[in-house]
């Protein structure tokens, strides 16, 4: 089974968490790549960091044009970057790539532009693509100030396009700031629903439930982990988990240089699995 990787903004965690996916499968003896069809934002070098990630995390050699069809030089919303070299973002092409992939790898890790509407060309967008592909979709939402409206219009923009939603993932990708608006908001979980800290933050029995037992989550190094942001996580998570009718795959606490290999221990990939069944 292969996935569909959103956010609900650019700068989210996509690129991590797709690269803890493969490197997550692979652990499993999957055979895996990511795929990143259009990217904007390209060194000197013709190179793209999002592709070079995602190739470091694939076990299957594919070709760039496979892995990324598209690249542009100007880091700006796709469409513009493709009209600026006069370039038409053709799905098409970017279908075929994917088979192709998909019949190299158990599973292809697809990670979209930015957030799930995105437009690609004159009419299509991001969430277009995702529906073409009809791929199940993991969501990734960055924890920070608006994010649980943008996390709900998402998983509305899944559900109307009737593509599932396998999971999502709450990721904190900001430093600083994440406490402060979460307690200025007064957001939080009742203390009597809190486990003891764990992986550097309060884990809450609904989260412990979705997630996993926290001796697992603990397992992953929690040398570089932040623990500065905890209270916001709790308190917005539990409003996403109330909301969104889709397993919570993991929580990815702010660290201070993040590693997919081991984010990838903070993920359940057997809540994948059990959509996968359900399906
Ligand atoms: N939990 C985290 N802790 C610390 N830094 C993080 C965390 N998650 C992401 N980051 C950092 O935030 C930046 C953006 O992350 P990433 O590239 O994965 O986002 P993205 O959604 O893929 O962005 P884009 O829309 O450009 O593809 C990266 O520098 C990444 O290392
Ligand atoms: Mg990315």
């Given at each position: 089974m292969s996935y569909f990787i959103t956010g609900t903004d650019t700068g989210v965690g996509k690129t991590l968490v797709s690269c803890a996916l493969l490197y997550g499968f692979a652990a499993q003896g999957k055979s895996v790549v990511g795929m990143k069809p259009v990217a904007a934002g390209c060194g000197d070098d013709d190179q793209n960091e999002d592709v070079m990630q995602l190739r470091a995390a694939s076990?299957?050699?594919?070709?760039?044009?496979?892995?990324?069809?598209?690249?542009?030089?100007q880091a700006v919303a796709p469409h513009l970057a493709a009209q600026f070299v006069g370039i038409n973002i053709s799905f098409g092409r970017i279908l075929e790539s994917f088979e192709e992939l998909n019949a190299q790898a158990d599973i292809v890790i697809v990670e979209g532009a930015g957030g799930f509407r995105v437009p690609l060309n004159a009419c299509q967008d991001s969430a277009d693509l995702a529906a073409q592909l009809g791929l199940p979709v993991v969501l990734v939402v960055g924890m920070r100030l608006g994010c649980?409206?943008?996390?709900?219009?998402?998983?509305?923009a899944i559900a109307t396009r009737g593509l599932t939603l396998a999971g999502w993932v709450a990721n904190a990708p900001d430093a600083d700031g994440t406490t402060r608006r979460c307690e200025a908001s007064g957001a939080g979980v009742p203390s009597d629903r809190l486990l003891p800290q764990t992986a550097g933050y309060a884990i809450t029995?609904?989260?412990?439930?979705?997630v996993?037992?926290?001796?697992?989550?603990?397992?992953?190094?929690?040398?570089?982990?932040?623990?500065?942001?905890?209270p916001m996580?709790?308190?917005?998570?539990?409003?996403?988990q109330q909301r969104i009718h889709a397993p919570?795959?993991?929580?990815?606490?702010?660290?201070?240089?993040p590693d997919a290999r081991e984010v990838a221990s903070l993920l359940n990939l057997a809540l994948l699995e059990q959509t996968e069944l359900h399906d």
């Open positions: 076990n299957v050699l594919a070709s760039k044009g496979q892995i990324n069809p598209y690249c542009f030089a649980l409206n943008h996390a709900l219009l998402t998983v509305e029995s609904d989260l412990v439930s979705v996993g037992s926290p001796s697992r989550m603990a397992s992953s190094s929690t040398s570089n982990v932040s623990k500065a942001d905890m996580l709790d308190g917005n998570i539990a409003a996403l919570l795959l993991g929580v990815i606490p702010h660290q201070a240089q």
